[in-house]
């Protein structure tokens, strides 16, 4: 019988993400062959699928690409959902996102629907999901989607760590004389996290909603109502100056908006998205 080692175990649990005994169990069945390990271990983890269905997946990735098209460029992001970071942080787990990424974009996918339509090498992204929760014995699934198009897109991977994969990806897309700044913004949207590209992107109900509250801040406050209306109005240029992107303080010099940014290399933004593992409407 092949001796079942500690950098055996290590490699198998690296490439499945699956627990040590797993690993163990499967290596001595084996007989120390990886491959038929790994086997093993996606028949193993397939016959648990539908318990892992009702865990929750708030760990993972975000994958990004930017395709060159007719028009400009387009800027793709994928979440991938994991149970923990351990499998997050796995090749396995990064190629996988790089694969479903790769199939958002040959495929045009811009939404969650699309993208889990998209054709993979195991016939579509849902059943490529399908087959890596197998393996890694967690509930694997796609979270957010997003994308931008432009004449120009910046895309910015931000890691909590260095041996993590991305968990924040802004994507910002610019006309050409923008690109200038594009990368700036790119950090600034990971950074601050806008929700808005102008005041005027702002949903009427959510700008009602603000002044609202506002207003009835104001009045517990004793402000005398004839000034309320002024007050209410500095208020919701503050919120603009929160969650509006070009009227947001750029963070390198608060003197100037990323608005400023753009005026000064006479270019403008076209859109811009953000995603962060877990932060999904959807998150579980």
């Known amino acids: 019988m092949a001796q079942i080692t500690a950098a055996l175990i290590k490699e198998v649990r690296d490439a499945t993400g699956a627990g040590m005994m797993d690993v163990k169990k499967a290596l001595t069945e084996a007989e120390g062959d990886i491959a038929r ?69 040959a495929a045009d996918a811009r939404n969650e629907e699309a993208v889990l339509a998209a054709s993979t090498d195991a016939g579509t992204v849902k059943d490529t999901i399908d087959e890596a929760g197998a393996l890694f014995h967690e509930h694997v699934k796609l979270g957010q989607v997003a994308s931008v198009s432009g004449p120009h897109v910046e895309v910015y991977a931000h890691r909590k760590s260095v041996e993590l994969p991305p968990s924040i990806v802004a994507m910002v897309a610019t006309d050409e004389a923008g690109a200038e700044v594009a990368h700036e913004v790119a950090l600034q949207i990971s950074a601050m996290a806008p929700q808005w590209l102008t005041r005027e992107d702002v949903p009427a109900d959510v700008v009602e909603s603000e002044k609202r509250v506002a207003t009835e801040k104001s009045l517990a406050e004793g402000k005398p109502e004839a000034i309320v209306p002024k007050i209410v109005e500095g208020r919701m240029n503050a919120f603009y100056k929160e969650v509006v992107l070009l009227e947001q303080a750029y963070v390198k010099d608060p003197s100037k908006t990323i608005g400023d940014l753009f005026k000064q290399v006479g270019g403008s933004a076209v859109a811009f998205a953000r995603v962060e593992v877990g932060k999904g409407e959807d998150a579980e």
């Open 37 to 105: 390990a790994k086997e093993i271990i996606r028949a193993s983890g397939i016959k648990a699928a539908g318990a892992r269905e009702g865990r929750k997946a708030q760990e993972g990735l975000i994958a990004s690409s930017v395709a060159n098209t007719a028009e400009g460029q387009t800027g793709y992001a994928v979440e991938l959902n994991s149970e923990t970071d351990f499998v997050a942080k796995t090749d396995a787990f990064v190629e996988l996102g790089d694969t479903v990424v790769a199939a958002a974009q």
